[in-house]
């Protein structure tokens, strides 16, 4: 199976100049962004959500027009691995996942998901090619319909100078920005 028009190990060129390494989550992801087209009508405008901060992100700025920057990439981190392509208006989507049941065929992209082994320890070839020649086995595909408060646009609105520290903030923040405010802090 081609991954969006690109050979596997073309697609695993992309990801170590992209991701700096062969990196299996990517590839990984890039079987399940495969699997979701082919569920999904050739015409729409999706969005992706990731389950995920993992890898996974990186396989969908890759693979799709949709990006943080853009606004079309959503992570909310459950801690799966599954993403979801979903009609921008309406929510309804296709999520496709690691199904667990279906690992034991491939030993060790089993070790590797689960985290059964140290990274020290897999064997690298050998998970590359099971992820190769078995990714799209050991996915499920599901029906959704997106939660609605994922679905809502969220604007940036106004800009404005911080009086502390003489930045763009949104106004939206409060009178100072968050940083100035201490409602975060990015530094020591």
Not at 46 to 63: G, I, M, N
Request: aromatic residues 8%; hydrophobic residues 35%.
């Amino acid at each position: 199976m081609d991954i969006r028009g690109r050979s596997f190990e073309a697609f695993l060129e992309e990801v170590k100049a992209f991701h700096g390494y062969p990196a299996p989550g990517v590839l990984l992801g890039g079987k399940m962004i495969e699997t979701a087209y082919r569920h999904l009508p050739p015409e729409g405008i999706f969005d992706v959500l990731c389950e995920t901060p993992k890898c996974l992100p990186d396989a969908v700025q890759l693979l799709t027009p949709c990006t943080f920057g853009n606004g079309w990439l959503t992570v909310v981190n459950v801690g799966r691995f599954a993403l979801t392509f979903y009609e921008k208006e309406g929510g309804k989507g296709i999520r496709v996942f690691v199904d667990p049941q279906k690992l034991e065929p491939v030993p060790e992209l089993k070790a590797w998901f689960l985290k059964l082994k140290p990274k020290q320890e897999q064997d690298t070839r050998l998970l590359l090619s099971q992820i190769r020649e078995k990714g799209s086995e050991i996915l499920r595909v599901q029906e959704v319909q997106v939660a609605q408060d994922l679905l809502v646009r969220k604007r940036r609105g106004l800009l404005g100078v911080c009086p502390a520290c003489g930045e763009g903030y949104p106004l939206a923040d409060g009178p100072r920005c968050r940083v100035c405010s201490g409602t975060v802090s990015l530094y020591r």
